[in-house]
């Protein structure tokens, strides 16, 4: 089955920074990858997500790159802002299947 | 409200008892998922269904839990004589066949086996 490796575990960043949520996955089948922010106590809601015949994907402060060959795609958050932070999960799947997620990322933007 | 609806939001019981939990998925969306998710992880992958059929059931879930669907709208998920492991978030989610992939989630239900 498909195993998802997400890094680094917590993020740190000043407000204004840049924050880099790094993935890995192992299934090569694998062609859809979604990111979700879960708030404390919240559901996860999506932000965004790329399928695999795009390299790239930008939506305002968010984008989020995917490199099939290596099986690993990142999310890049600029300009960070409190409001940010949050738990960020990677996945990896098929759409409208099962999701593989990451274990998360704690993102905490100090002021 | 039109999102994915869970009830209930806690659940507090005693090992060995039966819990069952609700979910509604938002109205259209034939594809309902249950997924599990404990402190620190990601949700993890339960069951998922195509309106009533039961299309996939994770190695990981023992023949204490079932889940049913049965007029393809909204989906039970019971777990019999609970375990002490059993306790986590229960999460929801829904998702159109086609045309949109997105899956959105419920709230949870939180359990907790005492």
């Known amino acids: 089955g498909e195993n998802v490796e997400q890094h680094p575990s917590t993020l740190s960043v000043q407000e204004g920074d840049s924050a880099v949520i790094k993935c890995t996955y192992s299934d090569s089948a694998s062609n859809y990858f979604p990111w979700y922010k879960q708030e404390l106590g919240k559901r996860p809601q999506l932000i965004i997500d790329i399928r695999s015949n795009v390299g790239e994907k930008k939506d305002q402060r968010i984008a989020v790159t995917l490199n099939k060959t290596a099986k690993h795609f990142s999310l890049h958050i600029t300009e960070t802002q409190p409001e940010d932070s949050a738990v960020y999960f990677c996945a990896a799947g098929s759409p409208g299947y099962k999701l593989s997620f990451g274990a998360g990322t704690t993102v905490t933007v100090r002021a | 409200d039109t999102g994915v609806s869970q009830d209930p939001r806690h659940k507090i019981t005693k090992r060995g008892q039966n819990v069952t939990f609700r979910c509604d998925p938002i109205?259209?969306?034939?594809?309902l998922y249950w997924y599990r998710q404990t402190l620190g992880q990601g949700p993890e992958f339960l069951t998922y269904f195509q309106n009533e059929a039961q299309l996939e059931k994770s190695r990981l879930l023992s023949d204490r839990f079932s889940a049913e669907r049965p007029k393809g709208s909204f989906s039970t998920l019971e777990i019999q004589r609970t375990e002490q492991g059993d306790s986590a978030m229960y999460l929801c989610a829904s998702s159109l066949l086609q045309g949109q992939e997105t899956q959105y989630f419920g709230p949870g239900t939180r359990l907790l086996v005492l």
């Open positions: 109205s259209e969306h034939n594809r």
